[in-house]
Every structure is written in structure tokens, then in C-alpha cells.
Nanobody, 119 residues
Framework: QLVESGGGSVQAGESLRLSCEGSGFTDSNYCMGWFRQAPGKEREGVAAIDSDGASIYLDSMKGRFTISQDSAKNTLYLQMNNLKPEDTAMYYC????????????????WGQGTQVTVS
């Protein structure tokens, strides 16, 4: 089970940190990802991190978003800086055990999402 938190309504240029608590960190080889979905659009991969700590980002997120994890706390984070109105979306965390990081089919478990609204 994955539970996201930390979403909210902010002004452009402000920051938010999303958290995702769950059990995906117990596997020896896992991949944890953040996705987002805006109304009328497909769910897209934002960033992912694996059990070795290697991270990858959607190109447009580089430099603004940072994914991190605290395995001891079973928590995944997404630090989002300099937010823009186009970042408005429902943000989901997901866990999987491999596959292409930005494909939803690579993940087995999903959270319910946390809404981020930037005006």
C-alpha cells in the first residue's frame, strides 16, 4: 500500500515536497516512481529511483524536481521547486520491480494520489 501526502495549492515559483509512504522498499530490487496526470491528459512519468539510489527524470523536470528516498522510513519524496501552472496535476507514487521507468505498466502498486495546484 502506498499513501501520498504533501500536495496543495501554491503560487507559481513556490515549492512543495510530496511524500509517499509504503512497503515497496522491502524488495531487494525495486523501482519507485512519481507520475502525474492533469485533466484530459495521460499519466506521465515525472521521476524514478531504484534500489541502488540511481534516479532519472523527465527532461522538463531536471533542475526543478528532486526524487529521494528514505528506505529506513519506507518513504519516497519528490521535492518540487519553482512550480509552474503547467505542473498542476494529480501526483501518484508507484512501486515496481523493473521495466521502463516511465511506463505505467512497469509498476505493480499505486497510491491514490495527491493534488498539486499551481496558480
Amino acid at each position: 500500500q502506498l499513501v501520498e501526502s504533501g500536495g496543495g495549492s501554491v503560487q507559481a515559483g513556490e515549492s512543495l515536497r510530496l511524500s509517499c509512504e509504503g512497503s515497496g522498499f522491502t524488495d531487494s530490487n525495486y523501482c519507485m516512481g512519481w507520475f502525474r496526470q492533469a485533466p484530459g491528459k495521460e499519466r506521465e512519468g515525472v521521476a524514478a529511483i531504484d534500489s541502488d539510489g540511481a534516479s532519472i527524470y523527465l527532461d522538463s523536470m531536471k533542475g526543478r524536481f528532486t526524487i529521494s528516498q528514505d528506505s529506513a522510513k519506507n518513504t519516497l519524496y519528490l521535492q518540487m521547486n519553482n512550480l509552474k501552472p503547467e505542473d498542476t496535476a494529480m501526483y501518484y507514487c508507484a512501486s515496481g520491480d523493473g521495466g521502463k521507468w516511465d511506463l505505467t505498466g512497469s509498476y505493480n502498486y499505486w497510491g491514490q494520489g495527491t493534488q498539486v495546484t499551481v496558480s
